[in-house]
């Protein structure tokens, strides 16, 4: 039966052509029709997007392209009715390469990378940053050191002065030491993050990106439709229906104490002067509620529990200062930092539903999820780990179906840091 116009999952291949061209830009090639899937993913741990496309082909694309591992790809899709989304990629490598018992189809994945990747890996040098914010010293790192194809699209503003000397790195080495350090001038935890979108590069607090785009979880929330799996649950154009899910972490007892998420102490010591400087503490009793939440204000852990491990600190840790220089301020929210990371990863899920050009990692989604119960009917909705979560991971999904078109799924990893409802009703 032929599919009708909008089902859901439908996508658009701009102009049929995903382009296959040298490194230089001097061959291209249509590669449309040998694409069976390709994927693009987009994390707030990378520092660019990624991708796979899975090939299958016997016209010996390899020797007479020929492939080598440098060539370049350029893709642009769309969900109807949505934005239209641009890559261009650089192909990495390679890999998995079979072909079938006739010799007749061939079939790997192009590994693939952004081009301001490669620049990087190119890319060695020594340098002094002095008398630089965090964020400045970040922008003189990506416009000035790596000067890359990617516009920095958003940089937090921060405190404390980036005074420090880097010998023979990678500029994305720079980013990682400038991200673990940076202190934000609004939010405890100074959980910066630097990464790609199909937009830019960013670099902000993940308490920023919750509190900018928790506003934009009522238009993206995604339900999983039980009483309608079957009847019309696959031909509605409803892209919002959670086709499947798991989850990934549902926290730690023990762990989490020993990696300093209950209570934690910083003390620092000036290597100059030989002096101890008060030390910084977190108590998650009280200083849960210094952070921005996604939606309510309930702590995942009972009263009982915290006062139970609250009684001494599960980890005490020594930051080195160095009195003879401006006040970098990072050893100041280091406390917040670690427990905040722990608590961002107690409650994870990972998700698939139909594809949707808009959404982009970081975006704050509303989950609705209903009780565990043996019944067909519908049930009622869950009232701790449901409504808001942040994106930490996504991957654009686009396989081929028999009849040449492609199919568009989202794969999401969110987590939640705190609970919805601390009620049990």
Known sequence: MARQANDAGDVIIVGDTITLS????????????????FDVFESLDNHTVTADFYIAEGIDLVNEFPLGGEELIKVSFQTPGRAAINYNFLIESVVAMRSNEQSNMRYYILRCTTKDFLLNSSKVFSKRYKDKLYHEALFDCINNDLAGEVELKTNE????????????????????????????????????????????????????????????????????????????????????????YETISQGSSVGKVMRGAMRNQIRQFDIHRGTYYLKEEYNNSSDHTKFVKTDDPFD????????????????????????????????????????????????????????????????????????????????PRGKIFVSNYICTNLKHRCEKQDDGRFNHYLIMEVAKPNQFNKSLG
């Open 300 to 379: 995942f852990n009972s009263a009982d529990y915290n006062a139970f491990t609250t009684k001494l600190p599960g980890m005490t840790r020594m930051a080195v200062k160095d009195g003879t220089r401006q006040e970098m301020e990072h050893n100041k929210n280091i406390h917040f930092q670690r427990a905040f990371r722990e608590r961002m990863f107690q409650y994870v899920v990972r998700f698939r539903t139909y594809g949707d050009t808009n959404m982009r990692v970081g975006d704050v989604v509303n989950l609705d999820l209903p009780i565990i119960s043996g019944t067909t009917t519908e049930r």
């Open 22 to 37: 040298k490194f230089n830009g001097s061959k291209e090639m249509n590669i449309h029709n040998l694409v069976r899937r």
């Open 157 to 244: 503003e921060t405190k404390g002065q980036f005074d420090y000397v880097v010998n023979n790195v990678r500029p994305f080495q720079v980013v990682d030491i400038i991200k673990e350090r940076a202190v934000s001038t609004k939010y405890k935890s100074s959980t910066f993050v630097f990464y790609q979108d199909n937009r830019g590069y960013h670099f902000q607090t993940v308490e920023k990106l919750i509190e900018d785009r928790k506003s934009e979880a009522s238009e993206k929330k995604f339900v999983l439709d039980t009483s309608n799996r079957l009847s019309d649950y696959g031909k509605d154009i409803n892209i919002r229906n959670i086709l499947s």
